[in-house]
């Protein structure tokens, strides 16, 4: 079936569709990841995003059972490839993307070159996008909305530790990958994965806290996960991490929640030209000559390092800041995923070093 893609700056390129059927819009973004599709389509920082892939090979692995993705569901707004396989080879495959696409309602299509594509978006930054197939649209820009509420759990879950005396770390779900949840449990910690606009610190979460774990001693540490759209929407998170850090529970953010403890703490965020969405970016520990490989996924960065914090990260591409840690407190977070699913696996002892400060 054909399809257009159609960008807001007047660009127009005809396309082959192979998902569903229907015309989607959203902000059209690239990455040049070279696997892990399954992961990175399932991502929820994905929300509103229609993902063009740069490598040229796109589905011949096929799709994986639900338990290896990082969320329930497809969260891209459309997919664009330079040629899709629709002959998967693989021992875990259980579907094509073409008929997981179809299955979420959700358009997939092949234009004849997405290197041009990418150096244009590049060139110009991220661009609001449509797909076009069955019916005329309207763009979307999912910048000037809450997307976190949209991804976010919607009740607490609590997993707790067969390890007696675990310590219990509050995750904040802003949109978070599995992965993060699976780190943290991994390491015998128990975890209270809660609502986005959950406040702990409140006489009524303190009571919902005390049922679902049983103990007036709730949690040792908060977590804030990764998710999508404008850091500056998600102010019922904010409100949460200032109180944490005036309690001086320990605090980690990933991602997104590395720009909600930044602006927790008086400091400033800004949308990048074109976003980090890759698993090669190199991000240089300050003080040291080590330069770690990092998956990140994200178009809004910390501009401004708030007071008593230091940079702790930053991206030898581009000079952005890549972390900020307490100088005194156990605060501290990353704008890139330690977790990886998919990519290197270079940075995961963050989860250790965090969890070091909650024992100490």
């Known amino acids: 079936m054909n399809a257009t893609l159609q960008l807001k700056d007047g660009t127009t390129l005809e396309a082959q569709s192979f998902g569903a059927p229907v015309s989607k819009s959203g902000e059209v973004v690239f990455s040049t990841g070279m696997m892990g599709y399954p992961e990175g389509l399932t991502d ?14 796109i589905g011949n692995y096929g799709v994986p059972n639900r338990d290896l993705w990082e969320a329930n ?38 234009i004849k070159d997405t290197r041009w594509l990418t150096q244009h978006i590049r060139d110009q930054g991220s661009l609001l996008g449509k797909i076009l197939i069955d019916q005329k649209i309207d763009y979307y820009d999912p ?20 390890k007696k005396k675990a310590k219990t770390v509050l995750l904040i779900d802003c949109g978070a990958k599995r992965n993060i949840i699976n780190s943290l449990r991994k390491r015998n910690v128990s975890v209270i994965v809660a609502p ?36 500056t929407f998600v102010t019922k998170t904010i409100s949460t991490i200032k109180k944490s850090l005036d309690q001086k529970i320990p605090t980690m953010g990933i991602c997104l929640g590395h720009q909600l403890l930044t602006l927790a703490a008086n400091g400033g965020t800004t949308k990048l030209k074109y976003g980090h969405r890759s698993q090669n970016q190199p ?29 702790w990260f930053t991206n030898a ?44």
């Open 196 to 231: 986005w606009d959950f406040d702990p610190f409140t006489k009524e979460g303190q009571v919902k806290l005390e049922e679902i774990t049983g103990t007036k001693k709730q949690f040792d540490g908060l977590f804030i996960s990764n998710g999508p759209g404008d850091p």
């Open 143 to 162: 910048n000037k909305e809450n997307l976190v509420e949209q991804v976010s759990i919607k009740d607490i879950n609590y997993l707790p530790s067969s």
């Open 283 to 311: 991000c240089i520990m300050e003080g040291s000559p080590r330069c770690y490989i990092t998956t990140q996924n994200h178009g809004f960065a910390a501009s401004e390092i708030p007071t008593g914090f230091k940079k």
């Open 73 to 110: 569901r497809l969260m891209v707004s459309g997919l664009v490839v330079s040629n899709y396989i629709d002959t998967p080879s693989h021992f875990q495959s259980q579907n094509s993307l073409a008929k997981w696409f179809q299955n979420e309602k959700l358009p997939l299509i092949q």
């Open 44 to 57: 929820p920082s994905f929300k509103g995003q229609i993902l063009v892939l740069t490598y040229p090979l």
């Open 317 to 360: 591409n581009d000079g952005t800041n890549e972390g900020i840690i307490h100088t005194k407190f156990p605060f501290m977070s990353v704008q890139f995923h330690p977790e990886a699913t998919p990519g290197p696996y270079d940075t995961e002892w963050l989860f250790d070093f965090y969890l070091e400060k909650i024992k100490s």
